[in-house]
């Protein structure tokens, strides 16, 4: 049975986690800067104090003295290519997918045009007829006794 001191997938059990000079329990974590050489990748325990000043407990020890899994400068570029492909498919996928929501648009945009230029058409019409109901006819002042103007004429005999 490998123990966590061997094997990195093994989280250490709380109580077999070293105390720093605060008294607290360590934490486990894993470096990640590229300095110092070798490290990347190698985990150790860190004091999770913080004190009122908001300055961090100095306490570090380390579980690998060497980087486990080291990996080949082929395989890390292996790596890096696979999540660029994954990044520039799920790119691919967002462009297609706002291309289709843009093509909606459009089409809901014409729709939204030739209604409007129908109804704009139906008011013209409507102002059209509105028009000529009211418009008063030419009526010549010998059919009802009155001239262009709508008054009266007299007549004398």
């Known amino acids: 049975m490998s123990t966590w001191r061997d094997d990195p997938n093994v989280i250490p059990p709380w109580n077999e986690r070293p105390k720093c000079h605060c008294g607290f329990r360590t934490w486990l974590q894993v470096w990640t800067d590229p300095l110092p050489q070798g490290k990347k990748g190698c985990r150790f325990f860190k004091c999770p104090d913080i004190d009122d000043d908001f300055k961090a407990c100095t306490f570090m020890q380390w579980i690998d003295t ?3 899994g080291r990996v080949s400068f082929k395989e890390e570029q292996e790596r890096r290519v696979r ?15 706002r291309r289709a929501e843009l093509g909606q ?6 729709i939204q045009e030739e209604q409007f230029q129908a109804r ?5 019409r409507e102002a059209d007829e509105q028009k000529n109901r009211y418009k008063e006819p030419e009526q ?6 009155r001239n262009k103007k709508g008054k009266f004429l007299r007549f004398t005999q």
């Open 66 to 68: 060497r980087l486990l």
């Open 105 to 110: 648009r459009e089409a809901a945009l014409k």
């Open 83 to 97: 999540q660029q492909q994954i990044r520039l498919k799920g790119k691919e996928d967002e462009l297609k997918r």
């Open 120 to 124: 704009e058409a139906q008011f013209k």
């Open 140 to 145: 010549s002042s010998t059919t009802d006794g």
